[in-house]
């Protein structure tokens, strides 16, 4: 089985080959990948509210359509407009409209003058021009602005009331199509009419979604006015004065969870909270707290629970009431060992080792499984009379030629994690049936055998997990899935993480990716 990164890999180096031998010429806008329109996801959104309006009632989840997870959010194949879309928005911003002009404490603070009357047209354009650069992420052209306060000035008039004419400014811009999308437009690149050269407001955008998942604050679009995101060396300041903001942990806390599958769990709230936080500490750990190389992230041999969640995982008692750092068994070292991942792939009842293979082999070592033929019940598991334990039921239902070629791929690997329950928990038999004792055996073909998470992640360490992950960081970043233009791309950020200078730094590749020429630059999307 070839990954899909080589079989990308080998298709871009023929192209390369076939253009040489034509003689072709190479210049700058080469590095241009395609970036399709992407509308804001309802983390984005909400964070965008939360940041600029400070209303952290997160009204994009209770209220927009769901986004769906491929595995991330901001997929922009899967952003097809609606009416649900249209009038849910119209909906949360004359809501958040009203709650910020009936907050007066919050108003006051987002005002930037005071207002010496109802129709106080000075005033509403500072705040309109000021709110708006936030929300639109650029400052708002003299037309746009002209025509949003002529209709702010109407209504506060008309009311008598100040307070309207804000209310008019921001439902306006929160229903404005340059707010919901990160519309790129640029200039076009001298020799290469398909490519386009972002300006600063745009890098400065592009920038603030992926390190934040909200808008840039005025420090980016400062710097993106004053030029200073024109150069590699201002995008690396920024970027690294963005990296220091707790939204960054956060983002790529999020990034992991996506990533790996465990953005939602299927536990009570203490327990999801209690191994979300698990993870989490220790993603910041290592790529935060203390710069550790990116390997160290799935082999740490200690993890971060409280007292409850040690209990529930059978560990030593931990003293006191607050979480702590414990060593870990062997065999459950690194992230994969947290109950996080452990509970990816889970049925209703009990593990599935097919879904969790499925997801091992297409997250982790970036190797695809062809979707099942149609009317296939992918969720249901194999029939229980076929055999009294449940690795014995898995074998037979490999061993149908209609099924084994792509179950062979996935249940083994499953397997190799059975001696764990859908919670994260140490068992040796099936539930409910002590008479089948689980083997805790798996196999990733072609890559080896293993039993447990430790073993796992040696495997994928040794298949090139990096690789995968700058993959799926890229795939992050563009909002779509990788193709055959985006191999160079790709192994040139791969190549500088696994640089002695990089230390393997999953900070750096960050800033590796804000800082390359492709970042910059947007090409026309091939119908």
């Not at 009431?321 to 947290?338: H, K, M, N, Q, S």
Request: aromatic share 8%.
């Amino acid at each position: 089985m070839v990954s899909n990164r080589s079989r990308l890999r080998w298709l871009a180096v023929l192209c390369v080959a076939l253009c040489l031998g034509l003689g072709c010429r190479r210049d700058r806008g080469e590095a241009a990948v395609e970036v399709q329109l992407r509308r804001l996801s309802i983390h984005e959104f909400d964070n965008t509210l939360a940041d600029v309006l400070r209303d952290d009632t997160r009204p994009g989840s209770r209220l927009l359509p769901a986004d769906r997870y491929r595995p991330f959010d901001n997929a922009a194949p899967t952003q097809d407009p609606s009416l649900v879309l249209v009038e849910a928005l119209e909906s949360i911003a004359a809501d958040a409209a009203a709650r910020l002009v009936n907050d007066q404490g919050r108003l006051n603070d987002l005002l930037p003058c005071s207002p010496d009357g109802p129709s106080d047209a000075a005033c509403l354009e500072d705040f309109a021009r000021v709110i708006g650069r936030r929300l639109l992420r650029r400052p708002l052209d003299a037309e746009h602005l002209d025509r949003l306060v002529e209709a702010a000035q109407f209504y506060a008039a008309e009311e008598r009331r100040f307070e309207t004419g804000v209310e008019i400014v921001v439902r306006a811009l929160l229903q404005d199509p340059a707010f919901l999308y990160r519309v790129e437009a640029g200039t076009p690149f001298k020799k290469a009419p398909e490519v386009y050269e972002l300006d600063g407001y745009e890098v400065a955008t592009r920038m603030a979604f992926l390190l934040w998942a909200s808008p840039p604050d005025d420090a980016l679009l400062d710097s993106a006015e004053a030029g200073t995101l024109d150069t590699p060396e201002g995008v690396r300041d920024q970027a690294q004065r963005m990296l220091a903001d707790p939204r960054a942990r956060a983002q790529i806390d999020r990034f992991h969870a996506m990533w790996l599958g465990y953005h939602q769990l299927p536990h009570d709230a203490w327990l999801t909270t209690a191994m979300r936080r698990e993870a989490r500490a220790l993603i910041e750990r290592v790529i935060f707290d203390e710069a550790r190389p990116y390997d160290e992230l799935w082999t740490s041999p200690e993890s971060y629970v409280d007292p409850a969640l040690a209990e529930h995982y059978g560990y030593d008692p931990i003293k006191g009431d607050e979480p702590a750092w414990v060593a870990v068994p062997v065999e459950r070292a690194g992230l994969l060992g947290t109950g996080a991942f452990l509970s990816v792939g889970s049925g209703v009842a009990d593990t599935s080792p097919t879904r969790r293979g499925k997801a091992i082999r297409e997250r982790l070592f970036c190797s695809p499984v062809e979707p099942p033929p149609p009317g296939v019940a992918v969720d249901e598991p194999p029939d229980p009379s076929l055999a009294e334990c449940k690795e014995d039921r898995y074998i037979q239902h490999r061993n149908d030629p209609a099924c084994s070629g792509c179950h062979s791929l996935m249940d083994p690997i499953g397997f190799g994690l059975e001696t764990y329950d859908r919670e994260g928990r140490r068992r040796r038999h099936d539930d409910g049936n002590p008479e089948c004792t689980i083997s805790g055996q798996g196999e990733v073909v072609p890559y080896g055998p293993f039993s447990g998470p430790a073993e796992l992640a040696r495997l994928a360490l040794t298949a090139q997990l990096d690789a995968c992950a700058v993959d799926h960081v890229l795939q992050f970043a563009l909002g779509r899935e990788l193709s055959t233009a985006d191999v160079e791309l790709s192994d040139r950020l791969l190549n500088a993480f696994r640089a002695p200078e990089q230390a393997g730094r999953f900070d750096r590749l960050l800033l590796d990716l804000v800082t390359d020429p492709a970042f910059r630059l947007r090409r026309e999307v091939t119908p």
